[in-house]
């Protein structure tokens, strides 16, 4: 049952104040939203008043409902959709952020009556071909399949009115580009286009250039900071140890909902297995694992079910879970803004959050390169009974002969079991439960 909203709530809505109308206002109150964040202020006048933008603002700023609600207010007075026409199309990296932002629209139209729809890869073309018959007024997707449906003739994109690029950064890491220009060639000239990446690289900047059409330009979350409301701590501690303390730090604080990062889907596995051997409820996801898989495990993370999901950077990308109170980096990240990016699922729409780093030896460049991107030291704490005893050790092989575009799911690329130089002057013990 949805609570109630009165007359005067709606009137006097800030969200009203920002030009929404009253069935989308209605929707938000309902969805427990009082104030609109900072994106959400800024985004949601300039998408109504027809204009490009081009945002930087990361997951857990409200960027979804910022792009969202606008863009439902503007389809919900042009003609609906009908035989396989899409009006607006949401790109989106993964399979879980294009669920994700579906859920949203659907929860912000629940009182209008537009047809919204998601598609992605890994799951059965068919009954999606046979549902986009009657058209989309919103239709989330991801490249690939996007292109496999238009290619199939179930779509036409020919009269898509708006077009958002959800974290364009991680789809051009992910190498979608291809995809995208050619989806780009199929839209009309005169449509509306909404771009949000968490950082604005070069190659960002390249395609808003060819895309965007005087573009309003907003900055949320300014670039490369992490929320100031996350708690960061670093344990240092002997790669071959890592499992043990992430148990024991689950276990002696008692922390019920933890989002654990790994490099490698293998790792991930590896430490999802050793959890639930050692009863904490807990699940792996990355690239390797069935979409159906993957949707479970998230669904039981979200409901509490899971106590812990282990998974790798592609894979957690854009998971939105409310409140969500620990990050755990098994591993650091090959590439410092991962750090940014995985730190963002916490400490989320001004709630506190708790992020623990992991650190062995072999992760001091990584260590170096993701403090001076966020211009922060982290916080050293030595675990009792963990103490490293690899002070120093040549730092890990990241290349693994494949370049950034090929981060989907991880990959086996960590090396964690060369040897290092421990206290003791001796050549360290093997990493067992890094080894490939
Ligand atoms: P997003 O950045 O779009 O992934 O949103 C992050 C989280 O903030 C989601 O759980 C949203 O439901 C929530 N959220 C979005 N807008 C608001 C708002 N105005 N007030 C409170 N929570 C919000």
Redesign the pocket.
């Known amino acids: 049952m949805l609570p109630p909203v009165d007359e005067e709530q709606l009137a006097e809505s800030p969200f009203t104040a920002l030009g929404l109308g009253r069935p989308i206002v209605e929707a ?1 109150l309902q ?7 900072s994106i ?1 202020q800024q985004c949601i006048p300039a998408v109504l008043a027809g204009r490009d933008v081009m945002a930087a ?10 792009f969202t609600l606008p863009m439902l207010e503007r389809l919900r007075h042009g003609p609906h959709a009908r035989g396989r026409i899409v009006r607006s199309l949401v790109l989106t990296p993964t399979r879980e952020l294009a669920a ?1 932002v579906a859920d ?1 629209v659907k929860a912000y139209s629940r009182h209008l009556d537009l047809r919204s729809d998601v598609v992605f890869g890994g799951v059965k073309i068919n009954p999606q071909i046979t549902r986009l018959q009657a058209g989309a007024d919103v239709l989330v997707a991801t490249p690939g399949r996007l292109m496999d449906l238009v290619q199939q003739g179930a779509i036409s994109l020919d009269r898509v009115e708006i077009l958002v690029l959800d974290e364009a950064d991680r789809m051009l890491d992910m190498g979608f580009i291809r995809d995208i220009q050619k989806i780009l060639r199929l839209l009309p000239a005169k449509r509306q286009n909404l771009l949000f990446s968490a950082t604005f690289e070069t190659s960002i900047r390249r395609l808003a250039t060819g895309l965007l059409h005087e573009p309003v330009q907003l900055q949320v979350t300014p670039e490369n900071r992490t929320a100031a409301t996350v708690e960061h701590i670093l344990h240092p501690c002997d790669m071959a140890r890592k499992p043990d303390l992430l148990c024991h730090l689950i276990a002696s604080n008692d922390w019920q909902q933890v989002l654990v990062f790994s490099r490698t889907k293998h790792g991930a596995n590896r430490v999802a297995d050793r959890l639930s051997a050692e009863g904490m409820a807990a699940a792996a996801i990355h690239g390797n694992k069935s979409q159906g898989a993957r949707t479970r495990a998230l669904a039981g993370f979200k409901s509490g079910e899971l106590r812990v999901l282990v998974a790798t950077d592609i894979a957690a990308r ?1 998971i ?1 879970i ?1 409140q969500l109170p620990h990050v755990v980096n098994l591993d650091l990240p090959n590439q410092a803004e991962d750090y940014v990016h995985r730190i963002g699922r916490t400490g ?2 001004g709630h506190s959050g708790h992020a623990v780093s992991l650190v062995a030896a072999e992760e001091h460049e990584l260590l170096r390169a993701i403090e001076r991107l966020t211009g922060k030291k982290l916080p050293k704490q030595e675990i009792p009974g963990f103490e490293p005893t690899v002070l120093s050790a040549p730092p890990l092989d990241l290349s693994g002969g494949r370049g950034r575009s090929s981060r989907g799911g991880g990959g086996n690329r960590g090396v964690g079991n060369r040897g290092g130089v421990s206290r003791s002057g001796r050549p360290a013990a093997r990493s067992s439960s890094r080894r490939p």
Do not use: L
């Open positions: 938000v969805k427990g939203y009082s104030q609109p964040s959400q603002a990361q997951t857990g700023t409200g960027k979804t409902a910022g994700q949203n854009g939105d409310h989320r729409a």
